[in-house]
């Protein structure tokens, strides 16, 4: 069966410091992946899509990046988090009967 | 789109008492829609889904409607319980496996 992990669960990060969220799955093969951000008490904000290695599509302008570098591995980096980069981040795993969501990383930038 | 900066509309309701979680879908191509449900701290987990050619299903304690003519779904919770307490969203899917999320509705059960 397809399982996905995330990592880590929650974060605390100063503003200026670099990001990485990590998301991998198993149990398939060239999986679309997909990377949210859920702001408290508010909607999913879908932030980048991939349907594959070095492919990267990004929904909206901001200051975070995605990279697929293996097949079932999909990073969230940032540069230079801002305070406004504090949220919900949930990495998903498409298929034919909708999307297997991570367990989240709460990120909160001080 | 725009609606996810909004805060999330509310519902509280009674234990015991029935819910109906109400969305608005975008697409009329849409065929296929899901309704998550999402506890606190947690990621989206699948409820129930329909696909266009069926305007009702059942499930455990939940009906998703449909009603394609005003592109509108909706979920039903019979005998809501407080583990019920959640945000759910409803999911379309236009084409291929792409699926476009609803804002979403919190739901708290008052004991």
């Known amino acids: 069966s397809q399982t996905i992990h995330q990592w880590p669960a929650t974060l605390v990060q100063p503003v200026g410091s670099p990001l990485s969220l990590e998301c991998t799955v198993e149990?398939?093969?060239?999986?679309?992946l997909y990377w949210y951000r859920q702001a408290a008490g508010r909607g999913l904000q879908l932030l980048f899509y991939?349907?594959?290695?070095?492919?990267i599509s990004s929904e909206v302008p901001q200051n975070l990046s995605a990279s697929r570098p293996q097949d079932r591995q999909f990073i969230l980096s940032s540069k230079k988090l801002l305070l406004s980069d504090s949220g919900f981040y949930l990495c998903?795993?498409?298929?034919?009967?909708?999307?297997?969501f991570g367990s989240g990383t709460r990120l909160t930038v001080v | 789109g725009e609606s996810v900066g909004l805060h999330l509309p509310t519902l509280s309701v009674q234990e015991g008492d029935n819910s109906i979680i109400n969305c608005a879908y975008s697409?009329?191509?849409?065929?296929?829609f899901i309704w998550y449900k999402q506890e606190s701290g947690k990621g989206p987990q699948f409820i129930i889904d329909i696909r266009s050619n069926m305007d009702k299903r059942q499930g455990q304690r939940v009906t998703v409607l449909l009603n394609k003519t005003v592109k509108h779904l909706s979920l039903q919770i019979a005998a809501t319980q407080p583990g019920d307490s959640a945000v759910y969203f409803c999911a379309e899917n236009p084409w291929g496996n792409q699926f476009y999320f609803g804002t979403g509705t919190s739901l708290t059960v008052i004991p």
């Open positions: 697409n009329s191509a849409s065929d296929y």
């Open positions: 991939s349907v594959g290695i070095g492919q």
């Open positions: 998903a795993l498409g298929g034919t009967h909708g999307y297997t």
């Open positions: 149990g398939t093969s060239n999986p679309n």
